[in-house]
């Protein structure tokens, strides 16, 4: 089934009655011969010709909008016949609408090229009807030529101009707005994801120790090493709690009115590792060593010093639970050939592989997942898995963590 035309525009069903109901009336005045050819007309219409052109200009209204080429075409014709027939200013003025429409609602390419055709048409009835007629009174032809088709036209080129403008603007500020509501989702997600990993870092080694110990305490018959094992548990329950006490507080402080959480520093390695060691009697024969072989007093930024300082607490928590028995060994180095020669901290934990089935404490999985993360930010790189060494195979963890500080500022 054929789909039907769309109904002409209110506007345009308004000018179209509007100037055949002034077109008539003023025929039926008496005005009619506003703008007439007079001797460069070739022909001479009888009066009835302006009613036709009046109708069909009034149909070319109707068009204006929907197709705005086809009722131009039409007004032309219908203008022409107006001129040669005795003009009813009604029918010019309808003219000089339909030249207005379609330089503002016709397709870019008549509205790039109408306004010079109208320019050339004025210089054309500007200067041939100079040379027929040889008079000063000619030049007017050109003048109304200008006002009918100039005049309009550059006027629907200027409003277009702006439409386009204000369009342009108007995409622009919903781009910008995109973009923005992208950014903040991007900074939800990465502030999410830096709680996270904060929340991991600071209770998933207390909750370990929790689990080992609780464990042993379980399966020892021995009274001693049972109440050594609660006591484990119990301190590891405080510091939890402490820690878990602080992020809550961290994250309620919307007003900013306390002075924020100090982050940990490399200062505090030996008492972590001593955490450790204090952790590892349910686990046999697991023993810590460090070794710092940096320059004395050498200074770190911020976001490196906590970086390597949660990778070294990750990879502690990760050998009490699944290393085998042997030594944890963490190192610190400095070293010089990074990217460009620019200066890079080393940080790597060993620890005696374990080809146990399951761990001694279960685990969320994002561990390991997290030292990327934070890696990632500073723009260095990770390493995390079974390295073979000549006493046996070890669980290896390094992080190359660039010194530029060209890295993210917040871990």
Not at 183 to 209: I, K, P, Q
Not at 324 to 334: I, K, S
Not at 374 to 394: D, K, M, N, Q, Y
């Amino acid at each position: 089934m054929p789909s039907r035309l769309p109904a002409p525009h209110r506007v345009d069903v308004a000018i179209a009655v509007g100037g055949l109901l002034g077109g008539l009336l003023l025929m039926g005045l008496g005005l009619r011969g506003g703008v007439y050819l007079g001797e460069l007309s070739p022909i001479t219409l009888p009066p009835w010709s302006t009613v036709t052109a009046l109708t069909a200009m009034a149909v070319a209204e109707l068009l204006r909008r929907m197709a705005p080429g086809t009722a131009l075409a039409l007004g032309t014709a219908a203008l022409a016949v107006d001129l040669c027939g005795g003009s009813l200013i009604a029918t010019v003025l309808m003219y000089t609408d339909l030249v207005y429409a379609a330089v503002l609602y016709g397709p870019p390419s008549l509205a790039r090229r109408l306004p010079p055709a109208c320019v050339a048409t004025t210089v054309v009835a500007t200067v041939v009807p100079l040379a027929l007629l040889r008079t000063p009174e000619s030049l007017f032809i050109g003048l109304v030529t200008a006002l009918l088709t100039f005049a309009p036209a550059g006027t629907g080129a200027i409003v277009r101009n702006h439409q386009e403008a204000a369009e342009a603007a108007r995409l622009e500020a919903e781009r910008t707005a995109l973009l923005a509501e992208l950014d903040r989702r991007e900074a939800v997600v990465a502030e999410r994801a830096r709680m996270a990993r904060e929340l991991h870092d600071r209770v998933a080694g207390h909750l370990s120790a929790i689990a080992i110990h609780s464990t042993a305490a379980l399966s020892l018959g021995d009274a001693a090493a049972t109440d050594d094992a609660l006591g484990v548990i119990r301190e590891n329950s405080v510091r939890g709690l402490a820690e878990m006490r602080q992020l809550i507080e961290l994250l309620r402080d919307a007003g900013g009115e306390t002075e924020p959480t100090a982050a940990p520093t490399l200062d505090a390695l030996d008492a972590l590792i001593e955490r450790a060691r204090a952790d590892a009697p349910a686990v046999s024969g697991l023993k810590f060593a460090l070794r710092d072989e940096r320059a004395p007093g050498t200074a770190l930024p911020a976001p490196v010093e906590l970086a390597a300082y949660r990778i070294v607490q990750e990879s502690l928590t990760n050998a009490l639970k699944h290393a085998a028995p042997g030594e944890v060994t963490v190192r610190l180095a400095h070293r010089a050939d990074g990217p460009a020669g620019a200066s890079v901290l080393d940080v790597g934990v060993t620890s005696p592989f374990d080809t146990r089935p399951g761990p001694r404490a279960p685990g969320s999985g994002m561990g390991v997942i997290g030292m990327r993360e934070r890696v990632s930010l500073l723009g260095g790189t990770l390493e995390a898995g079974p390295h073979p060494e000549p006493a046996g195979p070890v669980w290896r963890v390094r992080a190359a963590l660039p010194l530029d500080g060209k890295g993210a500022l917040t871990q």
